[in-house]
């Protein structure tokens, strides 16, 4: 593990070059430091989802160990402290071995707090499975750093869309045929010849 804390100016210096993870905490004064953490394990090959998830896990394994150890360490001497902070960090930034970089402002979020120092219940969790918890509470909490309210579509608006118009289906009316006009013929008189043919 490598890690290392960043006051004011070494931050400052740092931002915009320094490798790996950096939880970035604001003061009340507004100045900010962080806690850079480097090393392979929490250096991003690129800034693909993949690799963030994998150094982001690792960071989140490295929180529980430490805890787990500041548990067992205290019961014999409670002034014993790890160097995390249980302070919820403003910005999070991923700098690949690349020089890419993602970054997480935390400052404008929904979440108050996105989980890196584990709680009692998480420990108890762990009981059962301790990999798993740990793969889950990352996943939870790197969920939580992308997360972007949906808002539900306004149904009001769904109802008034209009339906294209369409023309009415008329059935066709039959056109009356117009009759012949029927002429008289002149009385004829018809010979017994002429009796034969239309028989």
């Not at 953490?37 to 960071?59: A, C, H, L, M």
């Not at 430490?66 to 902070?85: A, P, Q, T, W, Y």
């Amino acid at each position: 593990m490598a890690t290392s804390k960043l006051n004011a100016e070494d931050f400052k210096n740092l931002e915009n070059s320094a490798k790996g993870v950096l939880l970035v905490y604001t003061g009340q004064d507004g100045k900010k430091t962080a806690q850079q953490f480097f090393g392979t394990e929490y250096e991003p090959v690129d800034k693909s989802q993949n690799e963030i998830f994998r150094v982001w896990k690792n960071v989140l394994i490295t929180f529980w160990a430490v805890k787990k150890e500041e548990l067992k360490l205290r019961e014999s001497n409670d002034g014993i402290r790890s160097k995390f902070r249980a302070s919820i960090p403003t910005e999070i930034i991923f700098r690949a071995s690349n020089g890419d970089t993602k970054r997480f402002p935390l400052e404008t979020s929904v979440w108050s707090r996105i989980g890196l120092v584990p709680t009692k219940k998480d420990f108890e969790r762990t009981n059962r499975d301790y990999n798993k918890a740990i793969h889950a509470a990352a996943k939870a909490s790197f969920d939580a750093l992308g997360f972007r309210v949906a808002l539900p579509k306004d149904e009001k608006t769904e109802d008034k869309k209009e339906t294209p118009a369409t023309a009415p289906v008329i059935a066709p009316v039959a056109q009356p045929v117009a009759e012949k006009p029927v002429t008289e013929q002149p009385d004829k008189k018809i010979t017994p010849t002429e009796k034969k043919k239309a028989a």
